[in-house]
């Protein structure tokens, strides 16, 4: 949640200042949402299912869900994101929404969803608590949610507090707020957060050890001093639990409570 109250022009206003030269095309972001697709994928058990995503940014994710779901609705605020995949080729299965994941609900889709995708969304909106009652209500019974934040607690955030780059794991720093991070998460936060929106977690994960910064793991992927190996291999370390809390990331799949 954030303080104060919201105003959809406002947001619209927000949203788009961040996604006119917005780019999501870097190797280790490439890599990163490869190893985070394929984990929601390997839980999907119903190809005829209907899922529901939000945030499309370069349709990656949209893609590939779709590829393994009866069909898929997207939703997102962006008109400049939907209008771009629109224009490209994309799975007949797919249904774009143009909304403010705010306004997004149950009575607005008419339908319910066997899965619902929310990777690196909550850590940008403007009321969290809003949209996690919105998606409890579109939620199908025994349905799953699958929830990624950046994990403020990451070893590379750590090894910038120690340089003396960052005041505080916690604080917004300069990055988080060119990305639009409007908070930070921590894998107990993150279980409050969802537990208390009347959510159980079924599982939780990390997302990469991450060693160094963003700009540097990609400018050692570029000139092959590092691989996608290496980076699979970070993944490997993420998941030991005495590292999780080291991870780039935080996964989590959860249910209903």
């Known amino acids: ?45 119903r190809p005829e299912a209907r899922g529901l995503q939000f945030g499309c940014a370069n349709g990656y994710e949209t893609n590939r869900l779709a590829g393994q779901l009866g069909g898929l609705d997207v939703v997102d605020g962006s008109s400049i994101f939907i209008e771009r995949l629109m224009k490209e080729d994309h799975p007949p299965n797919v249904q774009f929404h143009l909304a403010l994941f705010e306004e997004f609900d149950h009575e607005r889709v008419g339908r319910m969803f066997d899965y619902i995708s929310c990777n690196y969304i909550l850590e940008h909106v403007f009321d969290t608590a809003h949209i996690l009652r919105n998606i409890r209500g579109m939620l199908a019974p025994g349905g799953k ?36 991070h409007r908070r930070t998460y921590t894998f107990s936060s993150l279980r409050e957060e969802l537990t208390g929106a009347g959510f159980k ?57």
């Not at 780059?165 to 060119?178: F, I, Q, R, Y």
């Open 145 to 180: 949610l699958f929830v990624t934040v950046p994990n403020s607690f990451a070893l590379s955030r750590r090894l910038a507090k120690e340089m003396g780059l960052v005041k505080s794991l916690e604080a917004l720093t300069e990055n988080d707020h060119k990305h639009g």
């Open 201 to 257: 977690i079924v599982e939780e994960k990390g997302i990469v050890h991450k060693i160094l910064a963003d700009f540097q793991l990609n400018q050692l992927l570029r000139t092959g001093f590092l691989s996608k190996e290496h980076i699979i291999g970070m993944q490997k370390l993420a998941e030991m639990e005495e590292n999780r809390t080291y991870a780039d990331s935080i996964f989590m799949v959860l249910e209903k409570s």
């Open 1 to 45: 949640m954030t303080a104060g109250y919201f105003d959809a022009d406002k947001e619209r206003e927000f949203l788009n200042g961040l996604v006119t030269d917005y780019t999501d095309t870097s190797p280790y972001s490439e890599v990163k949402k490869e190893i985070i697709v394929q984990a929601m994928l390997s839980r999907i058990t």
